[in-house]
T-cell receptor
């Protein structure tokens, strides 16, 4: 197992376009988290799944954001009608229950 | 307000000096983790502490979990330039989601 994998590593998009990111967790992990991080700050929680069920979604997350985890394996995070304020690093992590979480390398989104 | 408060936010020291980073909360955590992150990369797990009062050592890094499992500290002895990075604490409270502190940026100057 190579750990948590995120694709793409970098994405530049024009304002108003839709983008989708993918996260492949560590295979035996049942929890999958999405975070957003801006420069010099700690990761900000967006949403998390336990298996295929989305257990919580941040109130900070607008309706333009949606995440899925079909079959409890990989997950996708879609942002519709991107805005410049969406520019950030998007991090994915996985864990087995409440045990330690492992992160991918992140997807850096730049909205121009 | 964040569930986990880290202090200080920024620390600049000379090579060879010691430093301590604090992570505090009013909540009790099932476990608490420390990560180190470099620019453009994801956080890398350093240690997990689970038991109140637990102390773990990783070479020159010493991690302590408070007796009440509400706080933690990271102490680095004889810091080196390679210790430069963003240090993050994160915890799971009552089987809930993993939440992070705001991070402490450490700069070790040669």
């Amino acid at each position: 197992d190579t750990g948590v994998s995120q694709n793409p590593r970098h994405k530049i998009t024009k304002r108003g376009q839709n983008v989708t990111f993918r996260c492949d967790p560590i295979s035996e992990h049942n929890r999958l988290y999405w975070y957003r991080q801006t420069l010099g700050q700690g990761p900000e929680f967006l949403t998390y799944f336990q298996n295929e069920a989305q257990l919580e979604k941040s109130r900070l997350l607008s309706d333009r954001f949606s995440a899925e985890r079909p079959k409890g394996s990989f997950s996708t995070l879609e942002i519709q009608r991107t805005e410049q304020g969406d520019s950030a690093m998007y991090l994915c992590a996985s864990s087995q229950g409440w045990h330690e979480a492992f992160f991918g390398q992140g997807t850096r989104l730049t909205v121009v | 307000t964040q569930l986990l408060e880290q202090s200080p936010q920024f620390l600049s020291i000379q090579e060879g000096e010691n430093l301590t980073v604090y992570c505090n909360s009013s909540s009790v955590f099932s476990s608490l983790q420390w990560y180190r992150q470099e620019p453009g990369e994801g956080p890398v797990l350093l240690v997990t502490v689970v038991t109140g009062g637990e102390v773990k050592k990783l070479k020159r890094l010493t991690f302590q979990f408070g007796d009440a499992r509400k706080d933690s500290s990271l102490h680095i002895t004889a810091a080196q330039p390679g210790d430069t990075g963003l240090y993050l604490c994160a915890g799971v409270a009552a089987g809930n989601k993993l939440t992070f502190g705001g991070g402490t940026r450490v700069l070790v100057k040669p």
